[in-house]
């Protein structure tokens, strides 16, 4: 289990002031993303750094560009990461994590309309997978 990535905790570290009190709540969902990866990809010596930069920036667009349009924006973070970081060789593998190959497509959209609707007939509990 990967339970510390320095190159994760580098890019939220940068991030924190974007992501504020929503950083916990990220930071976690990033490893869960990258343990994810991680279980289903063979090992090589770059692969944790790999999926660490792709599971940090993958949503984060959300937060910087402050759109749920997040894909554009965050492959942007991670081209313009792996720039400055000196490996531009990875850009199309981690962007391609970044689910460029996979768009949107309404899905968000209608996670919204699902969650609406579940707000309006549960007001109690408008969304079971968060309940304590």
Do not use: K
């Not at 905790?9 to 869960?32: F, K, S, V």
């Not at 090992?43 to 940090?56: E, F, G, K, Q």
């Not at 850009?91 to 969650?115: C, K, N, Y």
């Amino acid at each position: 289990m990967l339970t510390e990535l320095r190159v994760l905790e580098d890019i939220l570290l940068a991030h924190a002031p974007q992501l504020g009190a929503d950083l916990p709540g990220y930071r976690n969902h990033a490893y869960r993303v990258a343990n994810l990866c991680a279980a289903l990809r063979p090992p090589d010596p770059d692969s944790h750094d790999r999926i660490a930069i792709a599971a940090a920036l993958h949503d984060l667009g959300i937060w910087t560009a402050d759109t749920f349009d997040y894909l554009p924006p965050s492959i942007e973070l991670a081209m313009d990461y792996l720039r400055r970081s000196g490996r531009p060789e990875w850009v199309p593998e981690v962007t391609t994590m970044i689910l460029s190959t996979w768009p949107d497509a309404g899905f968000h959209r209608r996670l919204a309309q699902l969650a609406f609707e579940r707000l309006r007939s549960h007001p109690l509990s408008p969304l079971p997978m968060l309940s304590w």
